[in-house]
């Protein structure tokens, strides 16, 4: 368990590009009806980038002796029309409430099985008037809350795994991937056609329908590794998707056609996976060794004004950095118990792995800015970006959007 305060700064990170082409050039093709963009490292606004970013928050420091502020492994963020902050504290099964100033006032759920009980929640979003929606992964349920956190009632997800979940502007769902991707209910059998990446619920979860495409490895366990991806939803309904292990961005419509697919230089293969997973089941007890894979992206998220913001790993992780994160999940009569436990030097909060791209809406690189922490995760809410830290200093880091 992390204990974290609250810390306000002014310092402003201006974008900019990385490398030293002089010129920018992108090459673009269309296969099949799908424009495919293939960018170079230098974004199209070279060394004149038209925004910057300003720190204002950093949620995570490890001395402060306020349990409302000790997060364990939080999981994602929200925010309301007043500024008023939600944070989805997975590790503790609940939701905290913080104001525009970062200051505690409330908390929502707690552990169990009950009604607005959780147990290991794996996103949180808000929908037009304000009710809060959590997938509830052990208890197979999406748990609604009122604007006022109560428990408001549960969506079952009739013995399907939870996964993230974004609220629609018509109050449907769209549903993402789960935290427990490779061990949830209802998986495919070996050899099987991977799955459409994502689902659209009804009011009560029924499905009404799927889309996305994923790419086919040949293999049960690269399938579920290499296909896992973030996705985020912009304003006019659009989907935008970033594979992890894939150098892949794509466009939805709103009604789920792919209208493109762009790429970018990478200083490193993603094509080749280092090594095969493998899974093993003893009774009620599963474990999984994961395949190795090479990561492109953590994160995406789209700005008020339509650009896309992706957090890409320009490097791959060192084995001193390495956090590893354990899963055991038993299940039984009395239903299943999932227990998280991390390994790794949890103290080392800063690196040079990642910078965050920025794209325009059809998938033009524009500019490139380094970042000087992890990030596991990215959240936008107008001019607000909030970038996660899950597993090491457990917090969130608020950032301001500055036009130029």
Not at 60 to 72: A, K, R, Y
Not at 165 to 194: C, F, H, K, N, Y
Not at 299 to 310: K, M, Q, S, T
């Amino acid at each position: 368990m992390r204990r974290i305060h609250i810390r306000y700064g002014a310092v402003v990170l201006s974008l900019f590009i990385l490398g030293s082409i002089p010129a920018y050039s992108q090459k673009m093709e269309t296969v099949d009806g799908v424009k495919l963009i293939h960018n170079e490292k230098q974004g199209r606004w070279g060394t004149n980038p038209k925004l910057s970013l300003e720190f204002v928050r950093n949620i995570g420091e490890v001395d402060s002796m306020d349990e409302n502020v000790l997060f364990h492994m939080p999981a994602d963020i929200t925010c309301d029309e007043q500024g008023n902050i939600y944070v989805l504290d997975a590790g503790n099964q609940r939701i905290q409430k913080f104001n525009p100033q970062g200051e505690y006032l409330a908390t929502i759920g707690r552990r169990g099985e009950g009604p607005g009980e959780l147990q290991f929640p794996l996103s949180l979003d808000r929908d037009d008037r304000g009710y809060l929606y959590v997938p509830d992964s052990s208890n197979q349920r999406i748990q609604i809350y009122t604007p006022e956190g109560a428990p408001h009632k549960g969506i079952s997800l009739h013995q399907s795994s939870a996964g993230i979940i974004r609220v629609l502007s018509d109050g449907s769902l769209l549903q993402g991937p789960g935290g427990l991707i490779m061990m949830g209910p209802g998986g495919r059998a070996q050899g099987e056609t991977p799955p459409p990446l994502l689902k659209v619920r009804g009011p009560e979860g029924e499905v009404i329908k799927e889309f996305g495409e994923s790419k086919d490895f040949k293999d049960f366990m690269l399938n579920r590794m290499g296909n896992q991806y973030q996705f985020t939803v912009a304003e006019d309904g659009s989907v935008y998707v970033a594979f992890t292990y894939q150098n892949r961005i794509d466009k939805y419509s709103p009604q789920g056609k792919l209208m493109w697919s762009a790429d970018r230089e990478l200083n490193y293969d993603v094509k080749t996976p280092r090594s095969k997973g493998k899974m093993t089941r003893s009774g009620g007890n599963v474990r999984i060794q994961a395949p190795q894979m090479n990561q492109a992206s953590s994160g995406i998220a789209v700005d008020g004004e339509g650009r896309i913001w992706v957090v890409n790993l320009v490097r791959q992780i060192k084995e001193e950095e390495q956090v590893r994160m354990g899963i055991s999940m038993t299940q039984g009569a009395g239903g299943s118990n999932t227990s998280i436990s991390v390994q790794g030097n949890t103290d080392l909060t800063t690196t040079d792995m990642y910078r965050l791209e920025v794209y325009d809406g059809e998938g033009v690189l524009l500019t490139a800015v380094p970042i000087t922490h992890f990030a596991d995760a990215i959240r936008i809410y107008d001019d607000k970006i909030f970038i996660l830290d899950r597993m090491r200093g457990a917090q969130f880091y608020q950032y301001r959007i500055l036009a130029k």
